[in-house]
Nanobody, 123 residues
Framework: HVQLVESGGGSVHPGGSLTLSCEFS???????LAWFRQAPGEKREGVAT????????YAYSVKDRFTLTRRYGTTNTLSLQMTNLRPDDTATYYC??????????????????WGQGTQVTVS
């Protein structure tokens, strides 16, 4: 039974930092794990992904500002460290898992599981 539970959202001023965490469970060893975001009135977009080959892919808009980390242990966690936040980073952020890796994962192809979302506001 797959579960994705996000935490860590909040409000920050421009230039600030936040770290989002996604606690994941279930057999996701063959899945691409990802963060997506959706701003009001906008389409959901891929932010960062890590696939089964440990390849990490970032959206151009967050490259060099966001860092994705995956940890396996007693609790499995997918973390997104966000620095130098900008107002256009404001969105609901979703943890996700998909069956297809690489750039297609970042494009939302094959996404099978979604978390409930956590709000990030930069203003």
């Amino acid at each position: 039974h797959v579960q994705l539970v996000e935490s860590g959202g909040g409000s920050v001023h421009p230039g600030g930092s936040l770290t989002l965490s996604c606690e994941f469970s279930g057999d996701l060893s063959r899945y691409c794990l990802a963060w997506f975001r959706q701003a009001p009135g906008e389409k959901r977009e891929g932010v960062a992904t890590i696939d089964v080959n440990h390849y990490i892919n970032y959206a151009y808009s967050v490259k060099d500002r966001f860092t994705l980390t995956r940890r396996y242990g007693t609790t499995n966690t997918l973390s997104l460290q966000m620095t130098n936040l900008r107002p256009d980073d404001t969105a609901t952020y979703y943890c996700a898992a998909g069956e297809i890796g690489g750039s297609r994962c970042l494009g939302g192809v094959g996404i099978t599981f979604w978390g409930q979302g956590t709000q990030v506001t930069v203003s």
